[in-house]
């Protein structure tokens, strides 16, 4: 009723206190508590939020406790939003867990407005221009790519069939990419600092996303309890800190304004530029760049590393596209040299493969949270200021009325009659409007190469007698395929 009086869009009844997402966290903690399964349906989450259009079209709401949540279906609405409403979509919610970690400052929960603009532009161009100039990109990624491939038939063989988690080789090579750029160095995958570090990356998500901690948002002083997930929250928060604040302090101590190294250098001397223009509310300070720092790496790592493991994953169980997809590298790039950028334009086939596993994937499956910045009205309905925005990015790639046979993987869809690469408007893995992905350009070039480099030095299948493992996926920040173990045969 509440929803009528107000013209806010439709949507399920909310329980008392949790609001809808009782129907998604009271089964789950049974489950995790119990060891039951919640439901017999295999739906993913974001199939489920995808189903409720049926009942409620395109725009519906939600309440997470009494916090309202739109969530925009399919692709006209979406690009709606973002494209003709973007100076009232592209502001980003105060999620309590969140901001106590980011200070709302850095760039991806940064709120939109003159600061943000400012602090992307400066690290998209720098990027850019560190990617593709001095500090080249390409040989970056293909060095990363050379010790997993040694490290992947070593403990090949040393498995004996059992097969290998390609996980943490993936992680290391995407990983030691944005430390490259960022901080200058690359480190051996056995380096202690290096491995802490994503330890607690990892760790620090994982209890913000899938732990009491979530009670934080509701709760915010539980930051400050004494035990348990939030004592350690605090401590992976110190940790990370300490880390980072190191190698900013290294950076300003050796710094070579004429002979910058990497973003961070770049960084320094642009805050130093601001400040000898007597810019004294520049917003280019050294706390800005800790975040900053800390963004690129969220941002940048998993999202990367489980887009490579989902193409794999696919190939692993269509062993015809990975033949189809090997052919054509074989007959592009051939076996004496390694696969280049400027091979991509000429391995159409392979492109469309990556990108219809990112279609059916979508790793970032509801981007990441959007807020109205001010009461609207959108497509007939009233979305007041405060209100979070989801885009439900999955609900366009599986829109049976833009794309035929929508749950089938099927790269040629992505080919027209000649066999070339076609632009599907509809496929927007990397989000559209304002806060479209800043890493969109590095990340189609990692995973260019990286499957290209894997797949021409080897074959990939399951072990023997394995069952093949489920394409559900687990949702944490990103959308990560359940871990699987698989053996190759060297090709060249
Ligand atoms: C934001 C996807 C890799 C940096 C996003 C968003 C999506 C996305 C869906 C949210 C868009 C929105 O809020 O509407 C992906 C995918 C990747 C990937 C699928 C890999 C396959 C990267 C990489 C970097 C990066 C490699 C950086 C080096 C960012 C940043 C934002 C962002 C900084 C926030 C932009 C803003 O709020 O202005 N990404 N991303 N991403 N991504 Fe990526």
């Known amino acids: 009723s509440r929803r009528l009086l107000l013209n806010i869009p439709p949507g399920p009844k909310p329980w008392p206190i949790v609001g809808n997402f009782g129907g998604f966290l009271i089964p789950s903690f049974i489950q995790r508590r119990f060891g039951q399964q919640p439901s017999t349906s295999d739906k993913t989450a974001v199939g489920v939020l995808t189903e409720l259009t049926k009942l409620y079209g395109n725009v519906y709401s939600l309440f997470v406790g009494s916090q309202l949540v739109v969530v925009l279906n399919g692709y006209e609405v979406i690009r709606d939003a973002f494209s003709n409403h973007p100076e009232v979509f592209s502001d980003r919610p105060d999620i309590p867990a969140i901001s106590i970690m980011t200070k709302r400052k850095g760039i991806v929960f940064a709120p939109y407005g003159p600061v943000w603009r400012k602090q992307r532009k400066f690290c998209h161009t720098t990027l850019r221009n560190f990617g593709f100039g001095k500090l080249s990109l390409e040989p970056c990624i293909l060095k990363g790519l050379d010790t997993i491939k040694s490290e992947l038939l070593r403990l090949n063989e040393e498995s004996g069939g059992a097969g290998v988690d390609l996980a943490p080789l993936i992680s290391h090579a995407v990983s030691n990419v944005i430390c490259s750029l960022i901080l200058g160095q690359r480190f051996h995958h056995e380096d202690r600092e290096f491995r802490s570090m994503l330890h607690l990356m990892d760790r620090g998500l994982e209890i913000c996303v899938n732990s009491p901690a979530v009670l934080i948002n509701a709760f915010p002083f539980f930051y400050h309890l004494p035990f348990g997930v939030f004592r350690e929250l605090r401590q992976v928060e110190r940790d990370m800190t300490a880390f980072l604040k190191r190698f900013i302090a290294k950076h300003r101590e050796t710094l070579d304004p004429e002979n910058p190294r990497d973003l961070t250098d770049m960084y320094l001397i642009e805050m130093l530029a601001q400040q000898a223009n007597g810019n004294a509310d520049s917003s280019f300070t050294e ?203 060297p090709r060249i």
């Not at 400027?342 to 790793?363: C, H, N, W, Y």
């Not at 099927?410 to 479209?436: H, Q, T």
């Open 287 to 489: 706390d800005y760049l800790f975040y900053i720092i800390g963004d690129l790496f969220i941002a940048g790592t998993d999202t990367t590393a489980n887009s490579v493991l989902w193409v794999l994953l696919y190939l692993i169980l269509h062993p015809d596209i990975q033949d189809k997809v090997q052919a054509e590298i074989d007959e592009v790039v051939g076996t004496q040299r390694v696969p280049s950028l400027t091979d991509k334009g000429s391995l159409p086939f392979t492109e469309a493969t990556i990108m219809e596993v990112q279609r059916l994937t979508v790793v970032v499956p509801l981007a990441i949270p959007h807020m109205a910045s001010e009461t609207t009205e959108f497509r007939g309905h009233t979305i007041p200021k405060g209100t979070v925005v989801l885009p439900n990015l999955w609900s366009v790639h599986r829109d049976p009325t833009v794309w035929d046979d929508p749950d089938t993987f099927n790269p040629a869809r992505f080919l027209d009659n000649e066999g070339n690469l076609m632009r599907r408007e509809y496929f927007i893995p990397f989000g559209i409007g304002r806060r479209v992905c800043m890493g969109e350009q590095l990340a189609k070039i990692e995973l260019f190469l990286t499957v290209t480099c894997l797949l021409q030095s080897f074959t990939f299948r399951l072990p023997d007698g394995t069952p093949p493992p489920s394409l559900r996926g687990r949702f944490g920040l990103t959308l990560a395929p359940a871990s699987f173990s698989v053996c190759v045969s």
